[in-house]
């Protein structure tokens, strides 16, 4: 008999995917997977991933929780708005993605009324507001509140801007549901992301899962708690900080390549390493996540192409050129489509190389000499993640590989670019089962057993799976 | 003598310059006097002045440069400031402003004509810098400089 269950969902784009947890033996019980048909009634599809759940089960046990994630129905599309395009605005585009947003429209100085045309036009799920230090510049915020406040914009929007102008601004945006949180760049160069993220993650509990749709679920769901990505975050910071007695594994970088867009998330403090070293522009959030819009391994096969030149995607792939070309523009038209055949898994394999080298390299930082009067100085932008011990991959590109060790060791530190700051030496983890967003879901209730079963589920990808493991992935 | 909400003040050292001691100590007198004061710190690139002045709605930016590169450094900061829309903000410049001797007057000069509003010359005290400040400040309520749209 089993003991205490949870059942932890992923609403995702295509499927609904299902994670059957045993709470008392740290156990993975089942998974089951089944259409996500938010378009219709996302409920159809949940009962068909969890009768397939059943199938594999035998009887579906008592579930203690039934906690869900989403990225469904577009994901939880964000734009914002701030005044410095290097200060504010890109704190408030940080506050987004730590979030789980996707953001679809960033941002900065004044909304022109083309501006404002394109917004209503992205029609994003929530608007974040930001501009001015607290005290500091309140006209530009104050000039897009009156904006935001004129137009049909009928979205939520989160002021996370100059404290001192929000009685106006709440004037302004009189209609419209607006909450105040906490500015996100509160003093010059002082990043405060938190606030914000909480607000974001509220109405998404409160409101967007209503508006999308996702709570008709609620007979076989008791909450969708956050968007996926943010569950994966959450995933990656109890892998890192540990809980309670059970320590973690320290600071990590979790890389997860998609079909539209390859994430990046890092738990790490990212301080300069080396004496003497000075860091420029915003401080680093120690979470931090980033968003390559242009590496996905379907929708954006093209991009990648670009990206890396397809002679060197033949050379990696072991394929004639032409095939290469051919291939990629099938795969951008067919953006469901699995490998078939040992070409395909091949160009996989390289465009998956590429992606995540690229991904990798974008999400750390880098260091450049400048050179003084007094001789060269070392300046750092970014997070230096050179020391970063762990990284895990995870997501369907890395858990259906055959060799994942091929495409996660794309990530470390080349001696070619001694500028950039990646991983040197790093163990990587592969997320076989797709647990890391379920972990992060189940933290909200048992971290201790979300923590474990983390622990026990995240495997060295030494070994090579069989097609008969992989078909089932 | 500054008001019920305190002026805000940009403070930094130019371009690849590290003298960064004069600069802290201008910073402290400033933050001793009321004011509110953003310290950017040695080596800060001319655009991060204004990006920081521009968030903080700051009323002065102090600029120090101290290696003598300060006319290099400095050409072009008040067409910086008016693209983002400080036009009227006060802005001081002082250190060691050239290398080499030239008569004060003729340095001075160079940098009042690239639109600084006061130039320090070379060791000039803190309370000095304090009464110009309050100086300008008050003429600036008397006769307010209409701010950028
Ligand atoms: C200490 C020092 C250094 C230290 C700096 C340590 C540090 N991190 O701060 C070190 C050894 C690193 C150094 C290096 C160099 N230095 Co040096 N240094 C000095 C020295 C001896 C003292 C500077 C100081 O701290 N003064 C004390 C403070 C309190 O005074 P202050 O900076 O002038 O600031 C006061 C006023 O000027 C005013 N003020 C300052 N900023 C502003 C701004 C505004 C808006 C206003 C209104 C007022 C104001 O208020 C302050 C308080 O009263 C001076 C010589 C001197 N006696 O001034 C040379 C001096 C500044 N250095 C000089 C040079 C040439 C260099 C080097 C290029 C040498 C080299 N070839 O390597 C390098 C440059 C390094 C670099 N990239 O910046 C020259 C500059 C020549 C010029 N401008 O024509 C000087 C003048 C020496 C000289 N006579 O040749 N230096």
């Known amino acids: 008999m089993h003991g205490a269950a949870a059942l932890l969902i992923d609403f995702g784009s295509t499927y609904t995917k299902l994670r059957a947890i045993d709470l008392d033996r740290r156990i993975v019980l089942a998974s089951g997977q089944g259409p996500s048909t938010v378009a219709t009634d996302i409920s159809v599809g949940m009962r068909v991933a969890l009768e397939d759940l059943g199938r594999r089960l035998g009887r579906l046990p008592q579930f203690r929780y039934r906690l869900g994630s989403s990225s469904a129905a577009g994901g939880l599309r964000m734009v914002t708005v701030g005044l410095v395009r290097e200060l504010t605005a890109e704190a408030a585009r940080r506050a987004a993605l730590g979030a789980g947003a996707k953001l679809v429209g960033t941002y900065a100085y004044r909304l022109t009324a083309a501006d404002m045309a394109s917004i209503l036009a992205l029609r994003p799920d929530i608007l974040l507001l930001a501009g001015g230090t607290d005290g500091g510049n309140s006209e530009v915020i104050l000039h897009n509140a009156r904006m935001l406040g004129s137009s049909a914009l009928d979205c939520p929007i989160v002021y996370a801007g100059n404290r001192a102008a929000w009685d106006s601004a709440k004037d302004l945006l009189a209609g419209k549901m607006a909450v105040c949180a906490e500015n996100v760049m509160p003093e010059f160069n002082v990043l405060n992301i938190e606030p914000a993220r909480a607000a974001i993650r509220e109405i998404f509990l409160e409101r967007i899962v209503h508006a999308k749709g996702?709570?008709?679920?609620?007979?076989?769901?008791?909450?969708?708690?956050?968007?996926?990505?943010?569950?994966?975050?959450?995933?990656?910071?109890?892998?890192?900080?540990?809980?309670?007695?059970?320590?973690?594994?320290?600071?990590?970088v979790v890389i997860d390549p998609g079909g539209a867009t390859t994430d990046v998330h890092s738990v790490a403090s990212g301080q300069p390493r080396v004496p003497g070293v000075v860091q420029r522009g915003l401080p680093e959030p120690r979470v931090k996540r980033t968003v390559e819009g242009d590496l996905g391994m379907r929708h954006n096969a093209a991009a990648i192409g670009e990206m890396a030149g397809i002679p060197a995607l033949a050379a990696d792939a072991r394929l004639p050129e032409g095939t290469v070309?051919?291939?990629?523009?099938?795969?951008?038209?067919?953006?469901?489509?699995?490998?078939?055949?040992?070409?395909?898994r091949a160009l996989d394999r390289a465009l998956g190389r590429a992606a995540l080298r690229c991904a990798m390299k974008r999400h750390c930082g880098s260091v450049e000499t400048v050179y003084t009067a007094l001789g060269p100085a070392t300046a750092q932008t970014g997070k230096d993640l050179s020391g970063v011990e762990v990284v895990v991959g995870t997501g369907g590109v890395i858990a259906h590989s055959r060799a994942p060790l091929e495409l996660l060791e794309t990530v470390v530190a080349v001696p070619t670019e001694p500028e950039s700051l990646r991983p040197r030496d790093p163990r990587f983890l592969v997320d076989r089962e797709y647990l890391l967003y379920a972990c992060g879901l189940l933290a909200q209730a048992e971290p201790e057993a979300a923590l474990e079963l983390a622990l026990k589920y995240l495997k060295a990808p030494t070994e090579v799976l069989t097609d008969d493991i992989v078909a089932n992935g | 003598m500054p008001a019920t909400t305190p002026r805000t003040i940009v403070t930094g050292v130019i371009g690849s310059d590290t003298h960064i001691v004069g600069n802290r100590i201008l910073s402290m007198a400033l933050e001793k006097a009321g004011y509110k004061v953003v310290a950017l710190g040695a080596l800060t690139p001319a655009p991060e002045f204004v990006k920081a002045a521009v968030e903080t709605n700051a009323d002065a930016i102090l600029v120090s440069s101290l290696y003598g590169q300060g006319e290099l450094d400095c050409r072009g900061f008040r067409e910086l400031c008016i693209e983002a829309g400080l036009d009227a903000i006060l802005l001081y410049v002082g250190g060691n402003l050239i290398v080499g001797k030239h008569p004060w007057?003729?340095?001075?000069?160079?940098?009042?004509?690239?639109?600084?509003?006061?130039?320090?010359?070379?060791?000039?005290?803190?309370?000095?810098?304090?009464?110009?400040?309050?100086?300008?400040?008050?003429?600036?309520?008397?006769?307010?400089?209409?701010?950028?749209?």
């Open chain 1, 214 to 252: 996702i709570d008709r679920a609620r007979d076989e769901c008791d909450a969708v708690l956050m968007p996926t990505p943010a569950a994966v975050m959450d995933g990656a910071r109890l892998l890192a900080d540990g809980h309670g007695s059970t320590p973690g594994l320290g600071e990590l």
């Open chain 1, 325 to 344: 070309s051919r291939l990629i523009g099938e795969l951008a038209r067919d953006v469901d489509r699995l490998p078939r055949d040992a070409e395909e």
């Open chain 2, 105 to 149: 007057d003729v340095v001075e000069r160079i940098f009042l004509d690239m639109g600084f509003d006061r130039a320090a010359a070379p060791g000039m005290r803190v309370e000095t810098v304090l009464e110009w400040l309050a100086q300008d400040f008050a003429a600036r309520e008397r006769a307010p400089r209409r701010q950028a749209g």
